[in-house]
């Protein structure tokens, strides 16, 4: 039983303490060359999941290929990829209840591959079409799914995390046994929110984990100039928190952290801080030009640490995995997201009306005035609003069904 | 003079500045060897050294919070917000203890020194969080001077005199005019007027209005408006508190007829308080209702980003409006 007080122990000369003498280890199963290291823990990990992992994880280094070129083409305003970190993500994300609640920051698209997001979601978000959910409101890679469990993405760092306990703390009144995991990078836990949401979750017994995405760099601010303290990890200590530091590109290890530290949320009603030390290896964004602050030698030797090739190996040596099939699913995934994307850029953007939706459930009178001036406005410019006059006088089609895509065969959603 | 941008006419202010007062710090995320995520900041850091020029952590509450303690220190921060969509962690701190700094210590102490920059403004496809203008906020908070330039030549000016400044400053900056708005630049240190409204041109049928990157869209409705042969009167505001009332109202008192353009929503957004300090001014010289040519009352969206704004179509069709009253 926790103390509601600190021990206090007397002392007689002033003592001062600054943390240096508590050394957080990594935790790690799995060496660089894909084998496990000796005296390793046990392994949980079975066949169908692991497949599964991989099988998002080069779903999503396809897509931010593919996507991230469409960019260059200006045929999408912006993306972020999450290369380099599909590990941690997936990781995570895998360890989990399919039904888990997940509230990311921006950079965790594979988190939704491995729920099984398909590539028309996908595209309709980045393209902001008519079947977008959000109706082309947000920026591209602000995903969102209720039917998956994932909270829609908003920008301002942090502002998830403290709404991350606020959540887990319903599901844990309602009792459905299920925990809320909020993923951040090292960047964000310098916010305010970030020291709210872990004291809160720690008074109030909260199931919900805290997974940090160090991955070196916050923009172009590296960590040494982030914080100065033993990384992420040591700040749960402040709280009285459940803390462990994993290596966030070895997939057994993020997998096997992520397992237990949900056990402690869901069964013990202790919140945990995972640290995930991963490395961003693509620029922050496509506006971001990482040349200007890092060096490509720093660059290349996270490149030879590559949590893909790092689970490949590992599948290929137990025989769960062979090349022959990693080349065919490569090209199929490939075409599949060219041949979504194509389709996705060519339909509609959102109708007129979906501008005052969702502001308020009921449109205020000024507000559908506003509209109804927009819409007459148009009307005596239409060539000047292209995306929106040649489709006043037709009904908007609906979002249809989205077909399920083929990289969620092993059970996605 | 130099022709330069917008961002290059911010940095050239700042490092004038700096260079200029020892007591001058620019910070901010990423503002250090990086130069800041527009560059404004570029090699400030090299020039004037890490103690001077540096990155923060990523939190803005502290970086204002820090900001303070410094200007009451006497130092002369100018503290970067990222992108004004960021700015609202720091509200507290502007809310209840910059603006209120002096007032509530009876002028024991002050934050006179601070300026907060900000780039603000959408165009750019960026969303509810890339494309805010939230100087409406900052409007309502007795003791803090807001401003925005419109073109190089006034950002330089108008940040200098902001940095030195007796009192706490927020400088929205129009990111969409950075690399967009390109003009000649003194290469001297020179100031700009604060709590002055500038006419950029004068005319006689109606007054248009506006602040920042919305001055090039009221240049280019009066521009089609001067073709149907209205003549047009363009102000910018350029401080929008303390705001320069006498201005406004003598131009109003020739024209007769008023047009105020932003793109912040309508409801409570500055032109709202402009509507109304003009109409008690000037009522009896109305020739019609005063205009608002605003964003929409929702969040900024992204695909009908065009449809949001108020462009120069919009102010056009309310130039007839008011004409035609």
């Known amino acids: ?413 | 003079m130099s022709r330069m941008n917008l961002l290059q006419a911010v940095n050239d202010a700042l490092d004038t500045a700096m260079a200029a007062d020892e007591r001058v710090l620019c910070f901010g995320e990423d503002v250090g060897i990086f130069g800041g995520v527009f560059r404004a900041t570029s090699h400030l850091q090299e020039k004037y050294g890490r103690a001077r020029c540096f990155n923060t952590p990523l939190v803005e509450q502290g970086i204002v919070g820090f900001a303070n303690g410094l200007a009451a220190q006497g130092s002369v921060p100018v503290a970067e917000i990222q992108f004004a969509d960021y700015i609202y962690p720091a509200f507290d701190q502007l809310v209840n203890e910059t603006a209120k700094f002096r007032y509530r210590s009876g002028n024991l102490f002050d934050v006179g020194g601070l300026t907060v920059r900000a780039p603000y403004g959408g165009g750019i496809a960026g969303g509810h969080y890339h494309s805010q203008s939230p100087e409406a906020y900052f409007a309502h908070m007795p003791g803090i001077t807001v401003v925005v330039p419109r073109n190089p030549h006034q950002a330089k000016g108008l940040l200098l005199a902001s940095i030195r400044a007796p009192d706490p400053v927020i400088f929205f900056e129009p990111k969409r005019l950075y690399r967009a708005s390109v003009g000649e630049v003194p290469d001297d240190d020179y100031e700009l007027p604060l709590r002055q409204a500038e006419v950029v041109k004068g005319g006689s049928d109606i007054t248009l209005l506006a602040w920042g990157a919305q001055m090039e869209v009221i240049e280019q409705a009066a521009e089609m408006a001067e073709k149907e042969g209205v003549s047009c009167e363009l102000i910018d505001l350029r401080t929008i508190v303390p705001w320069d009332i006498e201005t406004v109202v003598q131009s109003v008192l020739k024209t007769g007829r008023l047009i105020v353009s932003h793109e912040a929503p309508l409801t409570g957004g500055f032109a709202s308080e402009i509507a109304a300090t003009v109409q008690s001014r000037c009522f009896l010289y109305l020739e019609s209702p005063i205009e608002r040519v605003t964003g929409l009352d929702t969040p900024f969206p992204l695909t009908l980003e065009k449809e949001y704004m108020p462009g120069p179509l919009k102010v056009l069709d309310a130039i007839h409006r008011t004409m035609n009253f």
């Not at chain 1, 995930?276 to 693509?282: C, D, G, K, P, S």
């Open chain 1, 1 to 413: 039983m926790k103390k509601t007080q600190p021990t206090v122990k007397p002392v007689h000369t002033p003592v001062f303490a600054n943390g240096d003498d508590i050394q957080i280890p990594v935790f790690t199963l799995l060496k660089p060359d894909g084998t496990v290291y000796a005296g390793a823990g046990p392994i949980s990990l079975d066949k169908p999941t692991a497949r599964r992992i991989y099988r998002a994880m080069l779903y999503t280094r396809v897509l931010d290929e593919r996507m991230l070129a469409a960019q260059r083409q200006g045929r999408l305003s912006f993306y972020m990829q999450c290369t380099g970190e599909e590990a941690a993500v997936i990781g995570s994300t895998a360890a989990l209840d399919d039904a888990d609640m997940i509230m990311a920051q921006y950079r965790e698209q594979g988190a939704l591959a491995y729920r099984g997001f398909t590539t028309d979601e996908f595209m309709d978000q980045l393209f902001g079409n008519e079947r977008d959910p959000a109706h082309g409101r947000q920026m591209p890679i602000h995903y969102g799914s209720k039917d998956l469990h994932y909270l829609t993405i908003s920008s301002p760092l942090a502002t998830q995390i403290p709404q991350a306990t606020g959540y887990a703390y319903g599901q844990k009144l309602a009792g459905n046994g299920n925990c809320t995991l909020t993923i951040f990078g090292e960047g964000a836990a310098s916010e305010g929110d970030f020291h709210a949401a872990l004291n809160m979750a720690s008074v109030h017994k909260v199931p919900v984990i805290f997974l940090c995405r160090n991955n070196g760099y916050a923009i172009s601010t590296p960590v040494t100039e982030q914080f100065a303290g033993d990384g992420i990890a040591a700040r749960a200590f402040g709280y009285r928190m459940q803390s462990i530091r994993v290596d966030g590109n070895d997939i057994l290890a993020v997998f096997e952290a992520t397992r237990e530290a949900r056990r402690l949320a869901v069964e013990e009603n202790e919140p945990v801080l995972i640290e995930a030390m991963t490395y961003r290896l693509a620029a922050h964004s496509s506006s971001d030009d990482p040349s200007g602050y890092r060096s490509k030698k720093e660059e290349e030797s996270w490149h030879r640490k590559d949590p893909l090739r790092r689970m490949q190996r590992w599948l290929i040596e137990r025989d769960w995995w062979h090349e022959e099939e990693e080349r065919e699913l490569t090209e199929s995934l490939r075409r599949e997201v060219l041949e979504t994307m194509k389709q996705a850029e060519k339909r509609r953007p959102p109708a007129l009306e979906t501008l005052v939706t969702d502001v308020y459930t009921e449109t205020p009178p000024l507000l559908r005035e506003q509209l109804d001036e927009l819409e007459a406005h148009i009307r005596r410019h239409p060539d000047a609003y292209p995306k929106s006059a040649p489709w006043l006088d037709e009904a908007p089609a609906g979002r249809a069904g989205h077909p399920q895509a083929a990289h969620s065969e092993e059970g996605g959603a």
